[in-house]
Nanobody, 115 residues
Framework: QVRMVESGGGLVQAGGSLRLSCAASGTSLDINAMGWYRQAPGKQREMVAG???????NYADSVKGRFTIFRDVSKNTVYLQMNSLKPEDTANYYC?????????WGQGTQVTVSS
């Protein structure tokens, strides 16, 4: 069974930085893509950033230039470097991995940015 485990969330002041990580385990199959979503209270879950197995990336407009997604394919791990954090970045952040036609999700890690 595929398991996704996130870490690295926490409380930070506006303008600060955090790095999230997410490791996938329980599979010997190739992971096609990995990504990060977030969900703030009362809002829908939204895509933050994604990265393919070939290293192509995409970002939500709201985080471009501030967040960087990268992955270690050998470790089945994806990272999200978040700089210049804003209070509106406060949310529960979820990672996912796409294997074939299936998508697997982590349990989420809370990021809180104080003003």
């Amino acid at each position: 069974q595929v398991r996704m485990v996130e870490s690295g969330g926490g409380l930070v002041q506006a303008g600060g930085s955090l790095r999230l990580s997410c490791a996938a385990s329980g599979t010997s199959l190739d992971i096609n893509a990995m990504g990060w979503y977030r969900q703030a209270p009362g809002k829908q879950r939204e895509m933050v950033a994604g990265i393919t197995s070939g290293g192509n990336t995409n970002y939500a407009d709201s985080v471009k230039g501030r967040f960087t997604i990268f992955r270690d394919v050998s470790k089945n791990t994806v990272y999200l470097q978040m700089n210049s954090l804003k209070p509106e970045d406060t949310a529960n952040y979820y990672c996912n991995a796409t294997i074939g036609s299936l998508r697997f999700w982590g349990q989420g890690t809370q990021v809180t940015v104080s003003s």
